[in-house]
């Protein structure tokens, strides 16, 4: 445990209680130092954190237009390369080729928001930080960083917002 | 081109040297089968540069065949440009004669009925026994009709063996119309009709564009008659009341009673002689004489015509260059004599005699055989006469009526077979001798007067084998030391031939140039003949009405088959018949209304369907055949054509009933078995039969589509228009010339005048700066004159052979697996109750579109539009979706079900230049691409383009009516150019679907006036 | 209303159910499945090895049962589609308790209808040519023909597909990871990759969710347009028609919604889902049934409206012929069980009557499939050159291969039952009241 960073881990069984914890730490401005768990989202969490939008949205839209554009190059140049008419139809078709650009955008966009999320919440990642396996059940959870010097204080912060129990790393 | 021939024969001359050589020697050539590098090159033969030999064949009929042997093997057969009568051209039937030098059926090696197979020494010593022990007693000989040189050796043969007979037999005699020449005109020869220049062909039945006299002459003249000059065109009615397809072709077809045709000939004889200005005043009284009891009426209501058609018709035969063609002679038992006697007098009294009919180029009554040879011969095998039997290209066993007894009387001798195929009467001898092909053999063949063709070997024999000849000549020899100086049957030939013809100062040069053009042809001039007084005043006495009532069988003459000499051939069992469509088969043909009568109910299945076996009881003789329901034929009439039923060929083609058996087995006047219309019995078995054709019978064949269910509404298609005399050339300005206007303002159908949403090709942004334009040189295209095309079928057989079409047998077809790449789309017009309909045939393959809907769905671009023109298929590049099949609006893509096999040699006649495809791929037709290729490539060596005419499309080169032109439509003086601009020129569909087709067809020219699709 | 609602331990009991030993009943009825799909492959190799001959195509008629069974398993995966991005962006929340296995089901369609291009062909070991790889020859494929569309429709919504459906499944395979033990633990650890549920997850994995269903919404809208095209943009009377997108598109999600049912009803019973599939979404799965119904019939009436009025005669021609035409049965049948079947779903006593949907669900099915066969041969047998015409039965390799591709799809659902939770844990959780002090408090009353 000892190689875990520090910090304490409050187990809430209420969303409520949760939330007082949650808006507790935001009035005393630890944002960054608190990350909170939850089997679920849940609206009601998302206000009281109250986050920025995610960037994840930039990967989308780059993807699709990097799938769109590549879908009308890559057709126009094939077709070219080496010019086999058929049935009379212009060699370089944009309505034709404006399917496969469709679909290529879709393609594109889907996969880059994969990347987006996987980069974002850092998934593929080793966990560190303690963990409660109730969270995935019916648990919610607030993990407060901080030097073992306040535990203590944390402890008891935890605590009074209403946590069940309190982990220490 | 010419000179380029010339140097081809040449080297094919001398090439011949070398295959002479072998063939003509002793013992049989050793033909080794193992590959090996041409260290020393064959004189004159390069790999894969064709040499053509000219020949002929028997079963040919003495047409003029161009061979195109490849590497030393026969490819293809081609007509002989040089030759009168076909003219560069061949019926489907000529060209089959590939099929049976590859054939299954080839016999192999000698073998006795006792001894099994045996080997070439045994059987050698075996003859030279045979020929010892019976020399001075009766030797027979009985083989095909032969002359020249094969005459010559045969009697010779019998003459210094023994006190034997050379006996021939052929099913089909003409011996009546040599007697009724002999009455008429006083002379011993069957005349040469001539349609050349006709203005008016009354046929009585002669089927003269299937298998009636020089069928690919005929449709050629058929076809000049037909074309419309200022405003007037000959005129053609058939009398018959089975629709063949030559009277598919006629512009009338009068369905007379069977049996009532020579009281036509009669009634008519007496009405035109009663009415001709031409004809002398002795000639008049004199068929005033022999025609006092015929009369329009007793005609007319004999055949059920009428008076009043009768006389219409003979009015109309007192015009200029009228014609009359007697019944075909199945059809004629008894009064054969008379009928073409009547015939005779009729063209005599009309002034076609000379014109028409002519006699200084008849065929000399010794180049025809009747049937008494074969019943004496029949009668002296009961008596024992026979010691020794040779028989050599003939197949009595097969064609000769049961009544006869033939197989029972040859157990009665020792008999021995030479024949290079299996069939029933090497079944039945005691010795079988492989002798070696037509197309491997010297011989000769001669039929009118003037037209005497050689044939010569184009290769070295595919077995171990020699010409039955050659051993008639050892024999000789061995006989009688020094009594021929000839070894063999070449130098025989070579002698002979020189010898007959005159060779001149230098016979070598005579004999060689004589090889080189196939023999010597020289049609004389016809001239007038006067009626001689051989005409008894009881000439026509005999005639009398058919007693026939009631059901009736006649037995016509198949186009295919024909006497079933040929019949070992796929490409002509897989040629769908031109009436009926069916393929592989043999049938009963009626009319709905008969099959009603017998409870006979046709289920359309897939393509073809089942209908039920028939028996029919005629002549003393009962067959089951399968019953096939046509609109063109009359009530209470079936009809079987001739050629099938074999039992002793490979198994394969062992189908169908018989015909021959309905033969009388007692001769008539003029020495032939009679068989005619016989009065028939009937009997559903109500055994299930499955027949295959290309189309649905009784529904892919109608012009009007009638919606199923729903009388009235119909559905009329823009694929065969007809356009009548009277308006041809009255249709302003030129509507054929580009692809963009609807070819005809007053079509029926819906016209769309919308914006064509493709640019011209050239006008691409991506092609510039780039050299690829679109028909700058070339524009390949092909047009069909429908007026001249007849729909034999000739055409297709020419696709199967140049493009290594695959043989997929009957039941595929029924699948609908045909790999026809040109197929003859047989339409029938909508008739009036009661009336025969109007038949219309039109070709149908690649239209090699413009715009092709085929093209841009094929996702691996396996077919595309080629810079000239073409809608070229990329079979390596072929994934086998059939998207593009889907989308072909004329159904002429084919794919490839599975790898199809060329069943014994028969894949020895591939052509090298085009590939054999793979199971899972598209192919279909490209102008015969590789001869587009090929004829550019010689162009290139000169220096210069392709000029018109100097590549010919396989189809175009055999189509004997010349309905076919291909060319390059850029080039403006092109033949093809010509039809594509004329006023009857239209693009099948086009019109509808705006796919622009490289193909135009001129529309048919019909009498009745009508204007319609 | 609040159809679902209970503590989220039950939920998580309750679902991961099915992930317990399998039952004797689950392996006999794999077995079956496996075996009927060794058949179909068997079939398979056999034609590969003979040629196309072997089935029941001939010349007029080069598409038909295979392409049909293309058309009707890429219809089956649109419902999935459907419900998981669609009905997520109308937040409809019936959806939440359905989707997982509808889009299991998208998958596992697409991938069976992927199989037929294949195994249509006349050199399948050539498919991949339509594939454009570069080459030293600069041979492309041809961008102009509908059959590339399709190979990139397909394969773009099947890659997409998967990655929405996989992604939705990690929050749910941790679920599975925290409860289970020894190497189960190990594996679902692997594929849960370090989900840990804490909301700087959620957070990203909301927003991606998002954008996944709202490109899977247009793209399911093209695939089957493109497959439509297929046919519309050909030249074949009765095919060349400009009504076949939205008409193919309604077809699949109607058929797809159908195929949900049939699946669902006897899942729910055989695992007892009935608190969390209530007759409530039965309802409202019928409601859209009945919805698309009607497009589809209105589309047929059109078809033939268009058909007379724009007095062509060769369209006039087909769709005559196939009203009353050779191929007749299979056109009534498909409009008894597209048009007259499903109208007893308007009153509501059906609707919630499982029995009776699951049986009209079944003849949709059915319907549905001679559809695509009606469409595609009876055109193809009766086009423009009345000598040229044909006539098409499936041969018994066609109707094997068919019916392995029936065991192929079900062996992917079962397995997928067995391995996954075939419903949104999560998302379940979403809907149901979050456990605060105030209804805990309640519960303890109660």
């Given at each position: 445990m000892s190689a875990n960073p520090e910090g304490v881990l409050g187990v809430f069984s209420h969303m409520d209680a949760l939330i007082d914890g949650i808006k507790h730490f935001k009035s005393k401005g630890m944002e960054s130092k608190m990350k909170v768990y939850s089997p679920a989202p849940l609206h009601a969490i998302d206000d009281a954190l109250d986050e920025p939008p995610s960037p994840v949205r930039l990967f989308t839209l780059f993807g699709g237009m990097l799938g769109c554009t590549f879908g009308y190059t890559f057709t126009a140049f094939s077709s070219m390369d080496w010019i086999l008419p058929t049935s009379g139809k212009p060699i370089v078709a944009p309505i034709a080729f404006t399917v496969i650009a469709f679909e290529l955008t879709v393609l594109f966009g889907a996969i880059f928001t994969l990347l987006g999320i996987v980069v974002n919440a850092r998934l593929f990642r080793k966990r560190k930080l303690i963990y409660d396996e109730r969270f995935t059940e019916d648990k919610f959870g607030i993990y407060v960083s901080c030097p073992p010097t306040e535990y203590d204080a944390m402890e008891k912060v935890l605590s009074e917002c209403g946590a069940e129990e309190v982990k220490r790393a | 081109m010419a000179n380029k021939i010339d140097r081809r024969d040449f080297l094919a001359l001398m090439g011949m040297g070398g295959a002479a050589a072998t063939v003509g020697c002793g013992s049989a050539p050793n033909f080794d089968e193992t590959w090996k590098p041409w260290v020393s090159p064959v004189a004159g033969s390069v790999p894969y540069v064709p040499n053509y030999y000219a020949t002929t064949t028997h079963g040919s009929g003495g047409a003029g065949l161009w061979v195109k042997v490849l590497s030393g093997r026969a490819v293809k057969v081609e007509g002989n440009p040089n030759h009168p009568i076909n003219a560069g051209t061949l019926t489907a039937r000529q060209q089959a004669v590939v099929q049976s030098l590859y054939g299954t059926g080839?016999?192999?090696?000698?073998?006795?009925?006792?001894?099994?197979?045996?080997?070439?020494?045994?059987?050698?010593?075996?003859?030279?026994?045979?020929?010892?022990?019976?020399?001075?007693?009766?030797?027979?000989?009985?083989?095909?009709?032969?002359?020249?040189?094969?005459?010559?050796?045969?009697?010779?043969?019998?003459?210094?063996?023994?006190?034997?007979?050379?006996?021939?037999?052929?099913?089909?005699?003409?011996?009546?119309?040599?007697?009724?020449?002999?009455?008429?005109?006083?002379?011993?020869?069957?005349?040469?009709?001539?349609?050349?220049?006709?203005?008016?062909?009354?046929?009585?039945?002669?089927?003269?564009?299937?298998?009636?006299?020089?069928?690919?002459?005929?449709?050629?003249?058929?076809?000049?008659?037909?074309?419309?000059?200022?405003?007037?065109?000959?005129?053609?009615?058939?009398?018959?009341?089975?629709?063949?397809?030559?009277?598919?072709?006629?512009?009338?077809?009068?369905?007379?009673?069977?049996?009532?045709?020579?009281?036509?000939?009669?009634?008519?004889?007496?009405?035109?002689?009663?009415?001709?200005?031409?004809?002398?005043?002795?000639?008049?009284?004199?068929?005033?004489?022999?025609?006092?009891?015929?009369?329009?009426?007793?005609?007319?209501?004999?055949?059920?015509?009428?008076?009043?058609?009768?006389?219409?018709?003979?009015?109309?035969?007192?015009?200029?260059?009228?014609?009359?063609?007697?019944?075909?002679?199945?059809?004629?038992?008894?009064?054969?004599?008379?009928?073409?006697?009547?015939?005779?007098?009729?063209?005599?009294?009309?002034?076609?005699?000379?014109?028409?009919?002519?006699?200084?180029?008849?065929?000399?009554?010794?180049?025809?055989?009747?049937?008494?040879?074969?019943?004496?011969?029949?009668?002296?095998?009961?008596?024992?006469?026979?010691?020794?039997?040779?028989?050599?290209?003939?197949?009595?066993?097969?064609?000769?009526?049961?009544?006869?007894?033939?197989?029972?009387?040859?157990?009665?001798?020792?008999?021995?077979?030479?024949?290079?195929?299996?069939?029933?009467?090497?079944?039945?001898?005691?010795?079988?001798?492989?002798?070696?092909?037509?197309?491997?053999?010297?011989?000769?063949?001669?039929?009118?007067?003037?037209?005497?063709?050689?044939?010569?070997?184009?290769?070295?024999?595919?077995?171990?084998?020699?010409?039955?000849?050659?051993?008639?000549?050892?024999?000789?020899?061995?006989?009688?030391?020094?009594?021929?100086?000839?070894?063999?049957?070449?130098?025989?030939?070579?002698?002979?031939?020189?010898?007959?013809?005159?060779?001149?100062?230098?016979?070598?040069?005579?004999?060689?140039?004589?090889?080189?053009?196939?023999?010597?042809?020289?049609?004389?001039?016809?001239?007038?003949?006067?009626?001689?007084?051989?005409?008894?005043?009881?000439?026509?006495?005999?005639?009398?009405?058919?007693?026939?009532?009631?059901?009736?069988?006649?037995?016509?003459?198949?186009?295919?088959?024909?006497?079933?000499?040929?019949?070992?051939?796929?490409?002509?069992?897989?040629?769908?018949?031109?009436?009926?469509?069916?393929?592989?088969?043999?049938?009963?043909?009626?009319?709905?209304?008969?099959?009603?009568?017998?409870?006979?109910?046709?289920?359309?299945?897939?393509?073809?369907?089942?209908?039920?076996?028939?028996?029919?009881?005629?002549?003393?003789?009962?067959?089951?055949?399968?019953?096939?329901?046509?609109?063109?034929?009359?009530?209470?009439?079936?009809?079987?054509?001739?050629?099938?039923?074999?039992?002793?060929?490979?198994?394969?083609?062992?189908?169908?009933?018989?015909?021959?058996?309905?033969?009388?087995?007692?001769?008539?006047?003029?020495?032939?078995?009679?068989?005619?219309?016989?009065?028939?019995?009937?009997?559903?078995?109500?055994?299930?039969?499955?027949?295959?054709?290309?189309?649905?019978?009784?529904?892919?064949?109608?012009?009007?589509?009638?919606?199923?269910?729903?009388?009235?509404?119909?559905?009329?298609?823009?694929?065969?228009?007809?356009?009548?005399?009277?308006?041809?050339?009255?249709?302003?300005?030129?509507?054929?010339?580009?692809?963009?206007?609807?070819?005809?303002?007053?079509?029926?159908?819906?016209?769309?005048?919308?914006?064509?949403?493709?640019?011209?090709?050239?006008?691409?942004?991506?092609?510039?700066?780039?050299?690829?334009?679109?028909?700058?040189?070339?524009?390949?295209?092909?047009?069909?004159?429908?007026?001249?095309?007849?729909?034999?079928?000739?055409?297709?057989?020419?696709?199967?052979?140049?493009?290594?079409?695959?043989?997929?047998?009957?039941?595929?077809?029924?699948?609908?697996?045909?790999?026809?790449?040109?197929?003859?789309?047989?339409?029938?017009?909508?008739?009036?109750?009661?009336?025969?309909?109007?038949?219309?045939?039109?070709?149908?393959?690649?239209?090699?579109?413009?715009?092709?809907?085929?093209?841009?769905?094929?996702?691996?671009?396996?077919?595309?539009?080629?810079?000239?023109?073409?809608?070229?298929?990329?079979?390596?590049?072929?994934?086998?979706?059939?998207?593009?099949?889907?989308?072909?609006?004329?159904?002429?893509?084919?794919?490839?079900?599975?790898?199809?096999?060329?069943?014994?040699?028969?894949?020895?006649?591939?052509?090298?230049?085009?590939?054999?495809?793979?199971?899972?791929?598209?192919?279909?037709?490209?102008?015969?691409?590789?001869?587009?290729?090929?004829?550019k490539d010689k162009a290139r060596d000169l220096g210069r383009k392709a000029n018109d005419g100097e590549i010919h499309t396989a189809c175009q080169q055999a189509c004997p009516a010349g309905a076919v032109r291909f060319g390059n439509h850029e080039d403006k003086n092109s033949k093809v150019y010509e039809w594509a601009s004329d006023a009857r020129a239209y693009r099948a569909l086009d019109s509808h679907i705006k796919t622009k087709p490289g193909v135009t067809y001129l529309k048919r020219v019909v009498l009745e006036d009508e204007h319609h699709g | 209303m609040k159809e679902i609602n209970f503590p989220y331990s039950d939920i998580n009991r309750d679902i991961l159910r099915t992930l317990e030993k399998p039952s004797v009943k689950y392996l006999i009825l794999m077995t079956i499945i496996v075996s009927g799909l060794l058949f179909g492959i068997g079939c398979w190799f056999y034609q590969l090895k003979e040629g196309m001959g072997v089935a029941g195509l001939n010349h007029p008629v080069g598409w038909g049962v295979y392409i049909t069974d293309f058309v009707f398993w890429v219809g089956i995966g649109h419902a999935g589609t459907l419900i998981s991005a669609i009905l997520f962006l109308f937040r409809a929340r019936w959806r939440n308790a359905i989707f997982r296995s509808a889009e299991a089901m998208t998958i596992f369609a697409v991938m069976t209808a992927g199989l037929f291009p294949l195994i249509h062909v006349g050199r399948a070991w050539l498919a991949w040519w339509l594939i454009p790889y570069p080459n030293q020859r600069e041979l492309w494929v041809n961008f102009r023909s509908p059959l590339l569309w399709d190979v990139f429709a397909v394969g773009t919504y099947f890659s997409v597909s998967s990655i929405f459906f996989c992604v939705g499944l990690i929050p749910d395979i941790s679920i599975i990871r925290d409860r289970a033990k020894g190497l189960r633990k190990k594996i679902y650890g692997l594929l849960a990759v370090g989900w840990d549920s804490s909301y700087s997850q959620w957070r990203h994995f909301m927003a991606g969710y998002g954008f996944f269903a709202a490109l899977c919404t247009p793209l399911v809208l093209s695939v089957h347009s493109v497959v439509s095209w297929d046919f519309a943009v050909s030249l074949v009377p009765g095919w060349h028609s400009t009504i076949f997108a939205p008409y193919f598109v309604a077809g699949a999600v109607f058929s797809g919604m159908a195929m949900v049912m049939t699946i669902l009803i006897p899942f729910r019973k055989i695992f007892s889902l009935e608190k969390y599939l209530t007759i409530w979404h039965f309802d409202m799965m019928a409601r859209l049934v009945l919805t698309t119904s009607s497009i589809v019939g209105f589309s047929y009436l059109t078809e033939y409206f268009i058909a007379w009025y724009s007095d062509d005669q060769f369209e006039g021609f087909i769709f005559w012929e196939r009203a009353f035409g050779k191929y007749a049965v299979p056109f009534w049948l498909m409009i008894f069980c597209n048009m007259i079947a499903p109208l007893p779903l308007w009153f509501k006593k059906i609707r919630t009557n499982l029995t009776w949907v699951f049986f009209i669900t079944i003849l949709i099915n059915v319907g549905m499939w001679f559809e695509r066969f009606n469409i595609i041969v009876s055109s193809l047998t009766q086009e423009y050159d009345p000598y040229a015409w044909g006539w098409y039965q499936p041969s018994w390799v066609e109707l094997g291969i068919t019916f392995g591709s029936f065991c192929w799809f079900f062996m992917w659902f079962f397995l997928f039952i067995r391995f996954f939770p075939s419903m949104a844990i999560t998302e379940m959780k979403e809907i149901a009241d979050p456990p605060t002090r105030a209804n805990s408090a309640a519960q303890e009353v109660s």
């Open positions: - | 080839r016999l192999r090696e000698p073998t006795g009925k006792s001894e099994g197979t045996m080997t070439w020494r045994d059987l050698d010593a075996k003859l030279k026994s045979l020929f010892e022990t019976n020399k001075g007693k009766n030797i027979y000989c009985l083989t095909g009709p032969v002359s020249g040189a094969e005459a010559e050796i045969w009697t010779r043969f019998t003459s210094e063996m023994g006190t034997g007979r050379h006996v021939t037999y052929a099913p089909y005699s003409e011996s009546d119309l040599v007697l009724a020449s002999e009455k008429v005109f006083g002379v011993q020869k069957v005349p040469r009709f001539s349609l050349a220049g006709a203005k008016f062909v009354l046929s009585l039945g002669a089927q003269f564009l299937e298998t009636w006299g020089d069928v690919t002459a005929n449709n050629r003249d058929h076809a000049d008659m037909r074309t419309v000059d200022h405003g007037h065109r000959g005129v053609h009615i058939q009398v018959e009341a089975r629709v063949s397809l030559t009277g598919a072709n006629a512009d009338e077809v009068l369905p007379a009673k069977p049996g009532s045709k020579t009281l036509i000939a009669l009634a008519l004889l007496k009405e035109v002689a009663a009415h001709s200005t031409t004809l002398s005043v002795a000639d008049k009284a004199t068929i005033a004489g022999l025609t006092a009891n015929a009369s329009l009426e007793s005609a007319g209501e004999a055949s059920g015509l009428g008076a009043e058609k009768l006389k219409h018709l003979a009015e109309s035969l007192l015009t200029e260059g009228a014609l009359v063609l007697p019944a075909e002679r199945l059809e004629l038992s008894g009064d054969g004599v008379s009928h073409h006697a009547a015939v005779l007098l009729l063209n005599k009294v009309l002034g076609a005699v000379g014109k028409h009919v002519n006699y200084a180029a008849g065929k000399p009554v010794e180049h025809t055989s009747d049937h008494r040879g074969i019943v004496d011969l029949v009668k002296d095998l009961n008596d024992g006469k026979v010691d020794l039997l040779l028989i050599h290209g003939t197949n009595p066993a097969y064609s000769l009526p049961d009544g006869l007894g033939f197989a029972q009387a040859l157990a009665k001798t020792t008999s021995v077979a030479f024949a290079d195929s299996q069939d029933e009467t090497t079944a039945l001898a005691n010795y079988t001798v492989a002798t070696s092909h037509d197309l491997e053999s010297w011989g000769e063949v001669n039929t009118y007067t003037g037209m005497d063709m050689l044939m010569q070997p184009v290769m070295t024999p595919r077995w171990i084998c020699r010409q039955a000849h050659d051993y008639l000549i050892e024999a000789l020899r061995a006989a009688t030391p020094d009594s021929l100086p000839q070894e063999n049957f070449r130098d025989y030939l070579k002698t002979s031939w020189t010898t007959r013809f005159g060779g001149g100062a230098d016979p070598e040069k005579f004999w060689r140039d004589s090889l080189k053009a196939g023999g010597q042809f020289a049609l004389p001039e016809g001239v007038d003949l006067p009626l001689s007084g051989n005409m008894g005043a009881d000439l026509f006495a005999s005639v009398t009405e058919s007693k026939n009532t009631g059901m009736t069988l006649v037995v016509v003459d198949s186009a295919r088959f024909g006497d079933g000499s040929g019949t070992d051939a796929g490409w002509l069992h897989e040629l769908p018949d031109a009436m009926s469509g069916v393929v592989w088969d043999s049938w009963l043909e009626m009319s709905h209304q008969t099959a009603n009568d017998l409870g006979v109910h046709y289920k359309s299945g897939l393509r073809g369907g089942h209908t039920q076996m028939v028996q029919v009881k005629a002549n003393g003789q009962s067959m089951e055949l399968p019953a096939f329901i046509v609109e063109t034929i009359s009530d209470n009439l079936v009809t079987l054509a001739t050629g099938q039923g074999h039992k002793g060929l490979s198994k394969l083609y062992n189908r169908g009933g018989n015909a021959f058996a309905f033969l009388n087995s007692d001769l008539d006047e003029s020495g032939q078995f009679g068989i005619g219309p016989h009065s028939a019995e009937l009997v559903n078995t109500h055994q299930d039969y499955r027949m295959a054709t290309f189309h649905l019978p009784g529904v892919g064949d109608k012009m009007v589509t009638p919606l199923s269910m729903l009388e009235g509404s119909e559905v009329r298609r823009d694929l065969f228009q007809t356009i009548s005399l009277a308006s041809v050339g009255h249709e302003g300005g030129d509507h054929g010339g580009g692809h963009h206007e609807v070819m005809d303002p007053d079509s029926t159908f819906p016209i769309h005048v919308d914006k064509d949403w493709y640019p011209e090709r050239t006008d691409d942004p991506v092609y510039k700066d780039r050299d690829e334009t679109f028909y700058d040189d070339y524009k390949w295209e092909l047009s069909f004159d429908l007026n001249r095309c007849t729909g034999c079928g000739s055409c297709v057989t020419a696709c199967y052979a140049e493009n290594n079409l695959p043989v997929v047998g009957k039941d595929q077809v029924a699948k609908g697996r045909e790999m026809s790449w040109v197929r003859i789309n047989r339409y029938l017009e909508k008739a009036e109750h009661g009336q025969l309909p109007k038949v219309r045939a039109m070709p149908m393959m690649c239209q090699q579109c413009a715009s092709a809907p085929c093209e841009s769905v094929c996702p691996s671009l396996a077919t595309y539009h080629t810079k000239e023109g073409l809608n070229a298929m990329v079979y390596n590049r072929c994934v086998g979706t059939r998207y593009c099949a889907n989308n072909c609006s004329y159904k002429v893509r084919r794919f490839n079900w599975f790898s199809f096999e060329w069943e014994g040699d028969l894949n020895w006649a591939l052509n090298p230049a085009v590939s054999v495809r793979q199971m899972g791929v598209m192919e279909k037709c490209t102008f015969c691409v590789q001869r587009i290729r090929d004829g | -």
